[in-house]
């Protein structure tokens, strides 16, 4: 299997010999690589090609799903990087890259508060690279001090609010609580509500048990910067009209260089903008503060092939609206605690608006390195922007029940759970079929099984005895006025290791599926 003479020539040109991924110019020592295997349906057609130098073209594709360390590349991931650098070339916006075949680096960004406060004690394990080496400097202590400050082991996305029996004792006591949109133009689609609490209502409710909040109310940063609260019809045990209170997440930035030679290499210095922020200093991502130019000194060890040097950057507040970066791809993994680690590389783009800058700031321009031959070379870092980064988060599993989706001509809309209210015990749940919806779809989200003994429409019985599985789903054919009715359960699998009641991983479940059936129409 090989591409043409042509097909190769046009890929080289479209890509200027440079590498697609890392954007290295590598004259002859660069491939034209399948996307997609032939064993996997690739082709030797020019929308299956890809020009890759020697280092990326080894990472193609052999992503190891059996372990959460690893920088691989999929064939989705690929064939996005390739389009844009074509679009690159197009326009002559070539930049000039030589890193000299030394060192690789990318940027890495710490979504989960146990992972970080590991790498703050100093275990590296959950770091997604290769013999990961850490240098402490002015962020570190930074992080170090927030994670001291909050000194639990987890902290939590959300703290409990009020119930309510119904939804209109809710919006009795709260009528300004904004109404929201559960199609795929909503963020937060399993939610009804949302409303913003006050600075002595964050200080009575949600300080004390979160000491990350305290932190920054202590800071004088405003209350709608901090928390916003939502609420939700609670269908699991006992009901009701249920508050949380979203908490604004901290993310943590390192940049990552990793020595992809054949010989040992000394990193001397990282030249950078370094911004020397006092306290907490809440800023816009996007602001740039006072900084000054600074080479910061590295440790003189030697670096082994193979190795990476972890640097902390920078100290991140995300979006407070549940917005996250878009993942090329991602793979997970279980680890010690019990959590299941995710690790993606994607682009967050469409949250910079909304996230936030803490602390001191390091801002990458370019390294110094030094083989053994005492030969020194400048290479250039790109300043992190959120377009191109790797992802490390966890999770407990949060034991969600199947749900009910609406198809309209406007798009998709979530209904709610189905089946909800004990495990293992069959349930009947019937909804009129509201107007403008052609078909619903029951989807099986999570690692248990749902068991659909009957479906009927209007009485007549549609399926029987469907069993679905995590990501399938069953689609049910419905017009306007009908009634639907759906007989079940839900079965949690024994080889969960532990259910944590999360609303809010339930509705990032959610919109990943919502927003998954829109792009594939």
């Not at 709608?224 to 609420?231: G, R, T």
């Amino acid at each position: 299997m090989a591409f043409s003479k042509e097909i190769k020539i046009d890929a080289l040109v479209s890509a200027a010999r440079h590498c697609c991924v890392c954007h290295r110019y590598k004259g002859v020592k660069v491939e034209v690589h399948h996307i997609f295997p032939f064993s996997e349906g690739g082709t030797d057609e020019p929308d299956n090609a890809i020009v890759l130098c020697f280092d990326c073209h080894s990472d193609a594709g052999h992503y190891s799903s059996n372990h959460p360390r690893g920088t691989k590349f999929s064939p989705e991931e690929l064939k996005s990087a390739r389009d844009k650098w074509y679009l690159n070339v197009k326009l002559n916006k070539i930049t000039y890259n030589d890193n000299f075949d030394y060192i690789y680096y990318r940027y890495l960004v710490c979504k989960s508060y146990s992972a970080i406060r590991e790498i703050c004690e100093g275990t590296l394990d959950g770091i997604p690279v290769y013999s990961p080496l850490f240098f402490q400097n002015g962020i570190s202590n930074f992080q170090k001090y927030i994670v001291d400050f909050h000194h639990e082991d987890y902290r939590s996305s959300q703290i409990w609010g009020e119930t309510f029996l119904t939804y209109k004792e809710y919006i009795k006591k709260y009528p300004d609580a904004h109404i929201l949109d559960r199609t795929n133009n909503n963020l937060t689609p399993f939610f009804k509500a949302q409303r913003f609490p006050t600075h002595q209502e964050l200080q009575q409710r949600v300080e004390n048990k979160d000491l990350v909040t305290k932190l920054l109310l202590n800071s004088k940063i405003s209350s709608e910067k901090i928390s916003s609260v939502l609420a939700y019809d609670d269908a699991c045990g006992n009901g009701g009209f249920q508050e949380i209170y979203r908490l604004r997440p901290i993310w943590t930035v390192y940049l990552a260089i990793s020595n992809i030679s054949n010989q040992y290499i000394l990193l001397k210095s990282l030249l950078c903008d370094y911004e020397n922020a006092s306290g907490i200093s809440f800023r816009p991502f996007l602001e740039k503060s006072n900084s000054n130019s600074k080479k910061i000194k590295l440790p003189s060890s030697s670096i082994p092939p193979n190795a990476t040097v972890v640097i902390p950057v920078s100290t991140l507040l995300g979006p407070l609206d549940g917005g996250t970066p878009e993942l090329f791809w991602q793979d997970s993994s279980d680890i010690s605690t019990g959590e299941v680690q995710i690790v993606g590389h994607g682009d967050g783009s469409n949250i910079i608006s909304k996230t936030a800058i803490i602390g001191p700031r390091i801002r990458p321009k370019s390294i110094q390195v030094e083989d053994l031959s005492k030969n020194e070379v400048e290479c250039q870092i790109r300043e992190f922007d959120l377009s191109n980064l790797y992802i490390i988060d966890r999770f407990w599993e949060c034991g969600s029940c199947p749900h009910l989706f609406l198809e309209t001509s406007y798009g998709k809309k979530y209904s709610g759970e189905l089946f909800a209210k004990t495990p293992n015990e069959v349930q009947i749940n019937s909804i009129q079929i509201p107007s403008d919806v052609n078909s619903c779809i029951v989807a099986e989200l999570e690692h248990e099984m749902t068991h659909i003994i009957k479906v009927f429409v209007n009485n007549n019985l549609l399926y029987s005895n469907v069993v679905l599985n995590k990501n399938d789903q069953l689609s049910i054919p419905v017009k306007a006025g009908d009634i639907l009715r759906l007989i079940g359960f839900y079965e949690p699998l024994q080889s969960t290791k532990k259910i944590k009641k999360d609303p809010l991983l339930k509705n990032e479940i959610i919109l990943n599926y919502i927003r998954n059936l829109t792009a594939k129409q």
